[in-house]
């Protein structure tokens, strides 16, 4: 069976390959697009696999040491140092990732604990029923919330809300 190489191909066709591929990638609209094509495209394990390197470019540029990142992703630090050689590049496609993902992370975090909060209390149904004789006290559980939400600590959790980084704690 002949294998298939990049660089035998003439440059323009190479580039033309690599061109129509990003294409393709932009073409999808959503999530659940993005979702279908790469179910389609990629093995459970080689999406697993992607993802894990842009955990690992996400640690990297938290300053985690490779040691921590070895420990907690369970990988090998040659990985990490191929993930860093990319990382270090000016038009890293990984930064861009990164912010985007750490916000996201962010916002999901927020979320859950608003939820865990919320759902506890029957006062909260009462309150939220009934505003206006509750609005000294609602305002003042929103700038408690403010206070309480410490950006920095929030950031360092969201670096490390990953899959892959619970699933090696609990080992």
Do not use: W
């Amino acid at each position: 069976m002949p294998v298939f190489h990049l660089n035998e191909m003439p440059k323009n066709k190479r580039i033309q390959m690599i061109g129509e591929f990003y294409d393709t990638i932009a073409y999808l609209k959503d999530r659940n697009e993005v979702r279908f094509f790469f179910k389609s495209l990629l093995s459970a394990d080689e999406i697993a696999t992607l993802m894990r390197r842009i955990e690992i470019a996400v640690l990297l540029s938290a300053k985690f040491t490779y040691d921590e990142i070895a420990v907690l992703m369970g990988v090998g630090k040659s990985k990490i140092t191929n993930v860093q050689k990319n990382l270090l590049q000016d038009d890293s496609g990984y930064k861009i990732i990164i912010k985007r993902l750490i916000e996201d992370r962010k916002k999901r975090l927020k979320k859950i604990k608003k939820d865990n909060i919320r759902s506890i209390s029957p006062l909260e149904a009462v309150k939220r029923k009934y505003p206006g004789y509750f609005l000294l006290e609602n305002l003042l559980d929103v700038a408690l919330e403010k206070l309480e939400t410490n950006e920095k600590e929030l950031e360092k959790e969201a670096l490390l809300f990953t899959p892959s980084a619970c699933l090696n704690r609990k080992k």
